[in-house]
């Protein structure tokens, strides 16, 4: 529940460029590789320079998006953001960076685990069904973790004062959500955030297993709440709520399934934004106690909802690229339209969230 009320500020705080003019939080949904679609907007909205982003949290590809930026930012400003974002995503594109070897493994448990193995193979089907990481990865194999590791400075992201960083996780014994700050960040910490057990083993941290964030807070709004003086909170959505059709086979089950559990808790936070705003606004709520969020949201609209949720697992440079350049066209006329309403009022409608 946003709980505590805002200290106005005039000052911009966060990451600030030469033009900033209006201060934001964000809020970054994972989603596998359909995380593209945020690369995109954040290159979009660092190009553009007129927000400053005091706050970012993430889970899951948002959560590497996150630590992405922020790393990039440290390191070169708002054009360094941009050249690491970049970076990262070629890096760890199946055409990128990996090794033949990381490639061929990588490659394998995508298409394995996404079902592009062949529909006429009726036993790898069955086999991924029953067969677990544990089988098939024994050595826990995860090129994503060479890749951060190479890319990320930990030390410069754990020293971080300039913006503040939230990355979630699920504690696979408690169910819970755990919700990480810059400070305390490894790459351990965004493995864990992004850690599909399908694919990869529970990442452990301080002796306790830990799967995607995505199931628990995709992403966690509620740090922004206590956190961040600003009341805007701009929300990168990459995975549908609604499709307006009935999934009829085992796939299009599949992939429905995991949409709606991946939206589940990111529905129940905006569901408490939206009433504690109306009991503000009815004055059964002070904002001497309550903060006021303004809540706004950039998405694919329907060019996004077009793939089916097996495609978060499509690791091509094209099909990266595809969906960045979807995402900075989304975010250019997501601004268009809505920068002036920032500071004033919500663009996003919370009625039937």
Known sequence: MPGRASTKST????????????????????????????????????????????????????????????????????????QQLRQFWKRVSLDGG???????????????????HGST??????????????????????????????????????????????????????????????????????????????????????????WDGGYTGNPALFPLFYEAESDDILLVQINPIERRSTPRTAE???SRLTEITFNANLLYELRAIGFV?????????????????????IHGGAQLDTYAASSRLNARWDFFKKLKDLGRASARSWLATNFQALGRESTLDLTNA
Request: aromatic share 10%; with cysteine; glycine share 10%.
């Open 11 to 82: 000052k911009l705080l966060g990451l600030v460029g030469p033009n900033a003019e209006k201060m934001v939080s964000l809020a970054l949904q994972g989603g596998g590789a359909h995380g593209a679609f945020t690369w995109g907007v954040l290159d979009y909205l660092l190009e553009d320079g007129r927000l400053a982003i005091e706050a970012i949290t993430g889970a899951s590809a948002g959560a590497m998006n996150a630590v992405v930026l922020v790393e990039g930012w440290l390191e070169g400003g708002r054009d360094g953001a941009r």
């Open 98 to 116: 990996f090794s033949p070897i990381q490639r061929s493994l990588f490659d394998h448990f995508l298409s394995y685990w996404s079902g592009t």
């Open 121 to 210: 193979n009726i036993w790898s089907g069955a086999f991924s069904q029953v067969a677990s990481p544990y089988d098939l990865n024994p050595l826990d194999i995860n090129p994503l973790k060479d890749a951060l590791n190479e890319l990320i400075n930990f030390e410069r992201v754990r020293a971080c004062k300039e913006t503040k960083l939230f990355v979630s996780a699920t504690n696979v014994w408690t169910g819970k959500i755990r919700v990480f700050s810059a400070s305390e960040l490894t790459v351990d910490h965004v493995l864990a955030s992004a850690c599909l057990p399908t694919i990869f083993k529970a990442v452990e941290i301080d002796g306790e297993p830990y």
């Open 252 to 254: 299009e089950i599949r």
């Open 277 to 297: 705003r109306r009991l503000i606004d009815e004055g059964k709520l002070s904002t001497d106690d309550y903060k006021r969020v303004l809540m706004h949201r």
